[in-house]
């Protein structure tokens, strides 16, 4: 009774299974048509490049949206890179002439001695400005006109503060033009080479 009671369960689990093994092939079936569906259309829409596959289209597609405006630029294969654009600081704009034309050219030919000098070569900045205000200030108070103003042309100072080459050489003419300096100032120019040339500076004072 045992036995035979047993064998309809067991035809009826077969059954059973039987009946799940077609179901799960047709959905199995199903998915994959519509995977080749979803693949060629995507092929259709994007133009596929040759021996390229929808996913690595679709990679490509992430990499150039993520990517920078500037390398998204059209270019061939084969085409040349170009650099960009080199960045120049602007060229300074010479200072105009304020003094007599005449006295000017003779300045410059180095035709006119100066009145007074003052060395600066080998001071700090902060020891060089205040020596340089006293002086240009009482040269006006003694009616001189001309002055020379040595800075040196500068040199890889490190000690006991490291500072800039060239730093007096830079900074002189700054101070020139900044008050107090700037209200007595009348013309700047670089010295001809018989009075320092590059190390030095021409002053030309504005009379009281």
């Known amino acids: 009774m045992h036995g035979t009671g047993s064998f309809p369960a067991e035809a009826g689990a077969g059954d059973a299974t039987g009946a799940l093994r077609p179901a799960a092939g047709r ?28 996913g690595e289209v679709f990679r490509k597609a992430l990499e150039q949206a993520a990517a920078p405006a500037s390398l998204l630029r059209p270019f061939r294969l084969g085409e040349r890179a170009v650099a960009p654009p080199k960045t120049t600081l602007p060229t300074p704009v010479a200072e105009p002439v304020r003094m007599d034309p005449r006295s000017w050219q003779k300045l410059l ?6 009145e007074a000098r003052i060395d600066l070569h080998g001071m700090t900045l902060s020891e060089a400005h205040p020596e340089l205000i006293s002086f240009l200030l009482s040269a006006q108070t003694r009616g001189l006109r001309l002055v ?34 700037g209200m007595i ?20 004072l504005r009379r009281r």
Request: aromatic share 4%; proline share 10%; no cysteine.
């Open 185 to 204: 100032v009348q013309q700047v120019s670089e010295a001809h080479l018989k009075h320092g040339g590059a190390g030095a500076f021409y002053v030309w």
């Open 148 to 181: 020379l103003v040595i800075t040196g042309k500068g040199k890889a100072v490190t000690e006991p503060v490291p500072r800039p080459v060239g730093a007096l050489r830079h900074q002189v003419p700054h101070w020139l033009r900044l008050p107090p300096l």
């Open 27 to 54: 959905s199995r079936r199903a998915l994959r048509a519509k995977a080749v569906g979803a693949a060629e259309a995507l092929t259709s829409a994007v133009a596929l490049p040759e021996n390229e596959s929808p």
């Open 109 to 114: 030919r180095g035709k006119m001695a100066p």
